[in-house]
């Protein structure tokens, strides 16, 4: 497994860790006993950075990577998110990025996961209601306390992470990136990122599964599953989507790779570390192999030929949700 960088403060992880959060929550049934070989596969296949968050359950997904990491906590990197609070017995309030609330979160993320220090501690949603500086400066805190080795920002705008960065250094943002979605190469993010030295973590880098290729009909989503309510995969949309996958598929199937192992290798070519989610061991091991995946000019252009900025139809999040990105 290839590693990487992330920031100019020298946390070394893997080109494409795992995000854990459909092992508890949004994406229909669970298994723990799979999920629990899932993360015991990732670590043998060389995959460090595995990613989680208060909110995914709540709680429920930090104490299954806490249950997993028992006796091995040093193979990997933990990142986990605060900002959107919870009360202790997981009851949603909203966002809140108060400096008293960061300190009570990670106390309580610290319990669930089993451990005494987060090596990455993202802000998970940006709280409009407090300076991105009191937040940043209470999880700076953390870092001085050692509870925190790094800290992130997640789905935010550049200015945002240009004030945070002057607090404390920001050693990744993390926010939604693939051949679906590439608006950070448009609205300022990717070019701040990279004048400031800042690491990119990719999550859904297979738009949610779409560029799979495996999804044909939105209908056979489990009733839980919050796709249901992602206008990318309704009407018309779905089917727009669905014949760029179509075409990526083409291009996938030439190079003799999956869909899915040529969407992460296009996002790993942009110099991201990616964060695809699974909770099955096949689709890990499948993720796995796209390391492995070489990107020509040439198939750059092909890519980019069916699959240019802007080509994805729907927003990537229903209305009400929208409005909680680009802090």
């Known amino acids: 497994m290839e590693l990487r960088t992330l920031g100019s403060q020298g946390l070394t992880v893997s080109a494409e860790g795992l995000g854990c959060m459909g092992m508890s929550a949004f994406y229909g049934s669970t298994d723990e006993a799979e999920s629990l070989a899932t993360i015991d596969r990732a670590l043998a296949l060389g995959v460090t950075l595995l990613d989680t968050a208060e909110s995914y359950g709540p709680f429920i997904n930090e104490q299954l990577l806490g249950k997993a990491l028992a006796g091995r906590r040093a193979q990997a990197v933990v990142a986990t998110k605060t900002g959107v609070e919870f009360t202790d017995d997981g009851t949603l309030v909203g966002h809140n990025g108060r400096p008293e609330y960061i300190r009570h979160s990670l106390d309580r993320s610290l319990r669930h996961l089993d451990t005494d220090h987060v090596d990455l501690y993202y802000l998970h949603r940006v709280d409009p209601q407090v300076p991105i500086e009191e937040t940043v400066g ?48 448009d609205d300022g993010v990717m070019a701040t990122l990279n004048e400031l030295g800042i690491g990119l973590v990719a999550y859904s880098p297979l738009g949610r599964g779409f560029l799979s290729g495996a999804i044909a009909d939105p209908d056979d989503f489990a009733a839980d599953d919050f796709r249901r309510t992602d206008p990318r995969f309704q009407g018309e949309n779905f089917a727009r989507n669905l014949a760029v996958v179509d075409e990526v598929r083409r291009i996938a199937a030439a190079k003799q790779v999956s869909a899915s192992q040529l969407a992460l290798a296009w996002v790993l070519r942009q110099g991201a570390v990616a964060i695809p989610g699974t909770k099955r061991r096949r689709y890990l091991e499948e993720n796995v192999a796209a390391t492995t995946v070489t990107i020509t000019d040439e198939d750059l252009a092909a890519i980019e030929a069916v699959a240019p900025r802007g080509v994805v139809s729907g927003d990537r999040y229903a209305p009400e949700l929208m409005q909680n990105l680009n802090g």
């Open 138 to 185: 209470a999880m700076g805190d953390m870092v001085a306390a050692g509870k925190v080795r790094y800290i992130g920002l997640s789905e935010v705008a550049p200015q945002t992470i240009r004030r945070a960065h002057a607090v404390h250094p920001v050693t990744a943002v993390q926010t939604e990136y693939s051949l679906f979605e590439r608006g950070i190469e």
